[in-house]
């Protein structure tokens, strides 16, 4: 048996080692003149912490309102909030690697490559995206724009129902499953029934929302103590719940392509869209550039993991703003009103018509600059030459980033009036200086690759909505909650639906 006093050595050991390490990073690492919170220069669990209470995007602006533009926030992790750091930080001529807070959020193993969102090296990520990224191309999605199209028909259906019966609907819910079916409708061929059906299908909703905590706490913890945050699922019900939710997405996405090419149909066969044509790369030249099943696989696991809640949260943030400003809401209502009764908007309307409506096209960049979809600082690692960052030098090795949620809200970009919904600042202002800051869809090399399909269903599912309905909170005073999990969502959106005489 091992003797009390070799635990009291060994704690002795441990007591000297933190006062030690205390000592360095305060007084002598490489990072000890950038400011920021004592517990976060000397260890990670203040970042974990911020997790746990998910408002990290808050704390940051109040610590860089307190601290300046550049701020630490691990003893090795920095965040800058300057605008003009965005070409730095986020360059696209030797790019910085990303760190590995990203390898979390993919262990499924389809492939031996990493997908898009956790390839750490840059170049491995260029050289993987070349493949196919054209099938993410704007005009290559709208090709499917029909079959966005059946999605958007089956939710103003929806819509209808709860307008009739004059009860509450759960508007963030239904956006989400709206989302999940277009994926469905691009991926798979068919969607997967969670409107059709008014429920969550296979719980999948659920296990993204068991899941989400779970990874993301692995992804900021020092990497020695992420065994042991996989281990708590043997003993912590919730982390066990959350590895089951992994493997129950991961087990849908292979399912899914299964299926779609075991039972292959000639309305299938012929659909030009998203699975289809990564099916074509794989039969034309899978062997040439080692683009299997396993990869298209991957794509699928990536939109079903991160398709749905990224644009759900823009959906989410467009509605609630609109009804939070109902002069807002107004003058978008009287532009698809006019365009309507001009026969300028189709039923479904077009992605090619709403892009011409100008508020519009201002609703959502203000919606997604204040509640982008990622709200947590996108890490990149310092080159070997090290960096230079609002006028201090970090090392090779370190890591920095940006937080969209805090550079969004910069006074000197945007206006006094930053905090606010007011999307006439897009059609007032500098709109593409305001343009070159936003970071919803990420910025440099390494922008969202899914992002053409968010913003077609975002600019086609809105005035068509908007059109045929008006939204307001079911309790006008209630405010929605979010919590910060890398994505941040929203909750509260308990709406009622009003059925508005048809223009046009």
Known sequence: MISISVFVHLAWVLVVYWIAWIVYARNFHPLRNIPGPWLASVSRVWYMIQMI???????????????GPLIRIAPNELACAAPEA?????????????????????????????????TLNDKTHAERRRIFNHVYTLSNILK????????SDLFLERLTEYANASKPMDLGKWLQMYAFDVIGELYFGRMFGFMENSHDHESWIQSLDLLMPFVVMTAVAPTYVRQLIL???????????????????????????????????????????VLNQLYSIHLEKGEKVDFGIGDIEQE???????????????????????????????????????????????????YAE??????????????????????????????????????????VGYRVGMNPAVVHYDKAVFGEDADDFRPARWLEGDAAAMEKVMLHFGAGTRTCIGKNISLAELHKLIPYVVRNFRIEMWEPEKTWTTRNLWFCKQEGLDVRVIARKKTG
């Open 231 to 273: 281990m708590s699922a043997l003993v912590v019900p919730g982390s066990l719940k959350a590895l089951k939710a992994l493997d129950t997405i991961g087990k849908a996405s292979r399912d899914c392509v299964a299926k779609r090419f075991a039972n292959k149909s000639e309305s299938t066969e012929n659909r030009a869209d």
């Open 86 to 118: 965005i070409k730095t930080i986020y360059r696209t001529q030797g790019a910085l690697n990303k760190t590995d807070f990203y390898i979390p959020w993919n262990t499924q193993n389809f492939s031996k490559h990493k997908d898009m969102f956790t």
């Open 53 to 67: 209470r998910g408002d990290m995007e808050k704390t940051q602006r109040r610590l860089h309102e307190q601290y």
């Open 354 to 395: 709403a892009n011409r409506l100008p508020y519009l096209c201002a609703c959502i960049k203000e919606a997604l600059r204040l509640h982008p979809g990622v709200q947590l600082t996108m890490a990149r690692l310092t080159p070997a030459e090290g960096l230079e960052v609002c006028g201090q030098y970090i090392p």
């Open 144 to 151: 499917s724009e029909k079959y966005i199209d059946k999605c």
């Open 300 to 350: 699928s696991y990536v939109a079903l993991f991160a398709g749905s809640d990224t644009t759900a949260i823009g959906f989410r943030s467009v509605f609630y703003h609109l009804m939070k400003n109902p002069e807002a809401y107004d003058r978008l209502q009287q532009e698809v009103d006019e365009a309507a009764a001009n026969g300028q908007l189709s039923s479904p309307v077009a």
